[in-house]
């Protein structure tokens, strides 16, 4: 037993007291740095251009068959058009700016401008004209003179821009034409539309007149209360209509309710002696 | 740019120069360690080098995980004791036994006493290749003084109990089968 454990214990040692290699660190950097320069280098290789590897032979032989290819497109366009620049030279009627490119808001400084370029380009297309009618007459020899003043002719004025949405709802915003906003920028017309709301805010609150009742008209008896009930009128509605009146500057005063009472008590009184010595 | 001993690591422009400090470092703090565990399963140098190699190729790989490892002894640990067994399924260990038992024997010893001494060396490691998986690699593993029961739970995924009682049975289990061997 005692040797079998002297022999575990001495396994166990020699595994544990393992010799490390001279220079295994130094290795394993060297290892490393190897590798991660192949992954660098792998990933460049990643980035690299599929192209890149291709011989270029073929690329040159790619780009020649597509040279050949183009030129054996053009020629038969050239051939039927005749000579491009010439025909150019030859004043064709030029292009005008298409008038659907203008905008229908446009402001009228727009118009104008328009209206300048196409003059300007009048003018330039008759001084080429002018210069081919003089080229012409030399017998076509100053072909250079006229690609000359070809080229040193003004250009062409590029199209208006189309608006932005800013400046169209500017456009719409000036040229909104409303009469009432119109009429409110005028002081006179303001002032008489005041003075017409304030006539309406007066006949609207004022009071109504009340008739003063005449002489004749006081001495007549007073109607029954049967009458009265015929006629549908109630005599309480009468203070109640004269209350809700307010009392405006051109209203009349009305009688004081005291006078009032009074007077249909008096009057009162009459109709019953009255009725008294009719029924007797 | 870190060195060590001289020496300078130099990683892709890409790197951080965090990583490569940490990379240096860790090669220069835990290769010595790494090589006992890896030699403790292969038992083979040149074996156990390479394997250590390969542990830092995968660090290399997962550097930008290295700060949320918490433990990096035990992660490396893991690392190269799963590589070491990896690599010991390709090799076979018991052809290098020959050669680590015979430098186990003291040279000072007579040439009978010495190949005697050697073959008891070659049946321990014999032995230890019978034992139990669990108790074979808890056995191995606590060859490495740094690695105490609770870093060996860790690496085995066990608890440290079970190590403690693994490792109990595998020196028992051992001595018993070498005594059985030495009446025989």
Known sequence: ?280 | MASVEGFSLVLSSMESSRTEVDLATLVETYSSLLFRVVHSVVRSRAEAEDVVQDVFVRVLEHRRSLADVREMRVWLIRIAWNLALDRRRRIRPEQFDEGFAEGLVARDLPVDEALNEARRMKAVLREMERLPKAERHVLLLSVTEELGTADMAKVLGRSESAVRALLFRARTRLRERLEEGEKR
């Open chain 1, 1 to 280: 037993m005692k040797h079998s454990d002297e022999a575990i214990e001495k396994v166990l040692a020699g595994l544990r007291d393992v010799e490390i290699p001279a220079g295994m660190e130094r290795r394993i950097l060297d290892g490393l740095e190897e590798r991660a320069a192949r992954r660098a280098e792998a990933g460049r290789r990643w980035y690299r251009p599929v192209w890149r590897g291709v011989p270029a032979a073929y690329v040159a032989c790619g780009v020649a068959v597509v040279g050949l290819a183009v030129v054996m497109l053009m020629v038969p366009a050239v051939r039927r058009f005749g000579h491009g620049g010439v025909q150019s030279q030859m004043g064709v009627a030029p292009v005008k700016p298409i008038p659907a490119m203008r905008s229908t808001i446009a402001s009228r400084d727009t118009e104008t401008v328009l209206h300048a370029s196409d003059v300007r380009f009048a003018k330039r297309v008759d001084a080429a004209e002018s210069g081919l009618g003089r080229a012409g007459d030399s017998a076509g020899g100053s072909e250079d003179d006229v690609a000359l003043s070809e080229t040193r002719a003004a250009s062409f004025p590029a199209p208006p821009m189309p608006l932005t949405d800013q400046e169209k709802l500017l456009l719409r915003l000036a040229h909104k034409n409303d009469p009432v906003e119109l009429a409110m920028l005028d002081p006179k017309l303001r002032e008489l539309q005041d003075a017409e709301d304030q006539a309406e805010f007066q006949s609207f609150f004022s009071v109504p007149v009340v008739k003063q009742p005449a002489p004749e008209e006081q001495a007549q008896p007073e109607p029954t209360a049967t009458e009265q009930a015929a006629h549908g009128e109630s005599t309480a509605e009468k203070p109640a209509s004269k209350q809700a009146a307010p009392a405006g500057d051109q209203a009349v005063p009305a009688p004081q309710p005291d006078e009032d009472s009074e007077l249909k008590q008096s009057r009162a009184k009459q109709v019953k002696a009255k009725t008294i010595t009719t029924g007797l």
